[in-house]
């Protein structure tokens, strides 16, 4: 079964910090991307990557990075977290654009 | 530009009764459309999709989709409603043509099933 596995459930990490959230999957997937979801708002679409050391900024990319050194590892980055960054993060893999997104369990991050 | 609106913030249905999700979709080309469900406190799982094959699509647990291109919509449908169906469902529009990986998400319909 194929999997999309993020590193933390839940994370708590002071305004200012560095945050790292990552994210692995198993499927020799091509595209990787990450999300926060937010109530009333839906998803989001923060960065996405379409190959290895390659990336595009999605709809809301401010105040994030992403890495992706890796096929199968995907990383986002909080250069310095602030309180409106608190939110459910997932990440997803597409092996093609119509295949639909495997997503991972997400990671609930609370900046305080 | 392309949109997707989820036309109900909740629905409630009792057990073994019929399920209506309802979607529309605004899309200035052929679109791929997809429903996704999320439980409480998981990540999205996808139920089914449409890529321009049979408007017709079916998914697993029973769900069911009708692409209706006259009606732009994309409702979701099950027979029969089971308690494990209660959670948040999600209708999803490719935001471009062929080579772009950006998806719309509605903002959620959340399913709660009455014993």
């Known amino acids: 079964d194929v999997k999309v596995t993020q590193s933390s459930r839940y994370l708590v990490k002071r305004t200012g910090e560095k945050v790292f959230l990552e994210c692995v999957q198993d499927?020799?997937?091509?595209?990787m991307f990450w999300y926060r979801q937010d109530p009333g708002l839906g998803l989001r679409l923060i960065y996405f990557s379409y190959d290895v050391k390659m990336k595009e900024k999605g709809d809301i990319p401010e105040g994030y990075s992403v890495s992706r050194e890796k096929k199968e590892r995907f990383s986002l980055i909080l250069e310095s977290a602030s309180t409106n960054q608190t939110s459910m993060y997932l990440c997803a893999s597409s092996l093609q654009q119509n295949y639909g997104y495997t997503f991972g369990s997400g990671t609930r991050l609370t900046v305080v | 530009a392309q949109s997707v609106t989820q036309l109900d913030s909740h629905v409630s249905v009792s057990e073994g009764t019929p399920v209506l999700l309802r979607c529309n979709y605004s899309s200035s080309y052929s679109p791929s459309l997809f429903w996704y469900v999320q439980h409480p406190n998981k990540g999205l799982q996808l139920l089914l999709k449409?890529?321009?094959?049979?408007?017709l699509v079916k998914g697993i647990n029973g769900f069911e989709a009708e692409f209706k291109k006259s009606e732009t919509s994309f409702h979701l449908t099950k027979p029969s409603a089971h308690m494990s169906d209660a959670a948040e469902y999600f209708c999803v529009v490719n935001k471009g043509t062929s080579g772009t990986y950006k998806y719309i998400f509605g903002t959620g319909t959340r399913l709660k099933v009455l014993a």
């Open positions: 449409y890529t321009s094959a049979a408007t």
């Open positions: 499927m020799d997937h091509e595209n």
